[in-house]
């Protein structure tokens, strides 16, 4: 059980162009769905939190208006990172988990690359 | 507020054993332990959430010093599975229902045959 899909898992796109990335939990309904990016050999860092059906909080330093946040159901969220350019290539991951669950639960990554 | 964690990377022979360290200079809430694997997500392996707590998941186990800020994962008798890079989390209480976990830098460990 408590399973999180992303889709795509591989994006390649030209720069200036948006581009949307699904997180969904496939078994469970998460309240609360969290979007990491992570560098080559480096730690996962935490981009921004999102409860359904309000407005994600994001991290400092992370752009609200650049990484649209959407978690319209308990079973979806979908980062969208607007005007993509090359220092926005890094391998993208949300977990999912819900109320009174202490674990998180990991999709599988979405690796973008803007050329 | 990432957890530092010790040591950076360590290469393990089959069968020995390897302790990584995790600590906060901020009072811990619990501790979240998991290890990726080159290219995939991380996976879960397990959580401490109160002081003086050790859990075990086979040949993996670990423990957690509230007071100290700390807590550490033993890994016995390594197998090449074990490969990949431990991250520890702690956990930032926040108003909403969920806490977030901030990871530290991670661990890579390499178990060679």
């Known amino acids: 059980g408590a399973v999180v899909s992303q889709h795509p898992s591989r994006v390649i796109c030209k720069s200036g162009t948006s581009v949307k990335i699904e997180c969904r939990s496939l078994d469970f309904q998460a309240t609360t769905m969290f979007w990491y990016r992570q560098f080559p050999k480096q730690s996962l860092m935490l981009m921004a939190t999102?409860?359904?059906?309000?407005?994600?909080?994001?991290e400092q330093g992370v752009e609200k208006d650049k990484f649209l946040i959407n978690h319209a159901s308990l079973t979806l969220s979908t980062l969208t990172v607007t005007s993509a350019h090359p220092e926005d290539s890094s391998f993208y991951i949300c977990?999912?988990?819900?109320?009174?669950?202490?674990?998180?639960?990991f999709g599988p990554g979405t690796r973008l690359l803007v050329l | 507020q990432q957890p530092v964690q010790s040591p950076q990377a360590v290469i393990l022979r089959e069968g020995e054993d390897a302790v990584i360290n995790c600590s906060s200079s901020?009072?811990?809430?619990?501790v979240h332990w998991y290890r990726q694997k080159h290219g995939e997500a991380p996976v879960f392996l397990m959580i401490?959430?109160?002081?003086?707590e050790q859990k075990g998941h086979e040949k993996i186990s670990a423990s957690f010093n509230e007071k100290k800020q700390q807590s550490s994962l033993y890994l016995t008798a390594s197998q090449l599975s074990y490969s990949g890079t431990y991250f520890c989390?702690?956990?930032?209480?926040?108003?909403?229902?969920?806490?977030?976990?901030?990871f530290g830098p991670g661990t890579s460990l390499s178990v060679i045959p």
């Open positions: 977990s999912a988990s819900w109320t009174g669950r202490e674990t998180q639960y």
């Open positions: 999102s409860n359904e059906g309000s407005k994600a909080t994001y």
């Open positions: 989390g702690t956990e930032i209480p926040m108003k909403t229902s969920y806490d977030k976990v901030i």
């Open positions: 901020k009072a811990l809430y619990s």
């Open positions: 401490l959430l109160k002081g003086g």
